[in-house]
């Protein structure tokens, strides 16, 4: 299952990107907002995939769109079990992938266009996360991190 959410700098790709993931055969929850609303928050829509991603499967992802990308990133990696990565190129959204197994691609609207988006989405959904022992101790290390 993937989720998907977005505020009103965001609307416009979601449903673009819903589009095609429906398109493409995904299973996806859109979260919200379903109605353009210029007042809403992007904290909202974030908090929502980010609870989705927290309580569910550990193969479930999760994609967020807002303007920049830095205020979704921030609140969704509150989440213990979430890591969510900004996709402002191919190369970021592979390695976050590969490396430190994401599960929540967070799109930048006002920097990316519909074909970026779509192309991210696809490598995001597409890449497998490198499953050798350097990788798999440093994302151990990471998941068993508690700050106080």
Known sequence: MIYIGAD????????VVGEWLLQNGYEFEDVGNHI???DDDYVDYAIK???????????????IICGSGHGVEMVANRFPRVRAIIGYNSQVTVQGREH???NILVL?????DQ????????????TEKNTSARYEKR????MNLRVR
């Open 8 to 15: 009103h700098r965001g609307f416009e790709l979601k449903a």
């Open 36 to 38: 353009f609303d210029p």
């Open 49 to 63: 995939v980010g609870e989705m991603i927290e309580g569910g499967e550990k193969n479930e992802r999760g994609i």
């Open 100 to 102: 430190e197994d994401a």
């Open 108 to 112: 930048p609207s006002d920097w990316v």
């Open 115 to 126: 074909e970026e988006a779509i192309v991210r989405v696809n490598l995001f959904l597409q």
């Open 139 to 142: 994302r151990a290390k990471f």
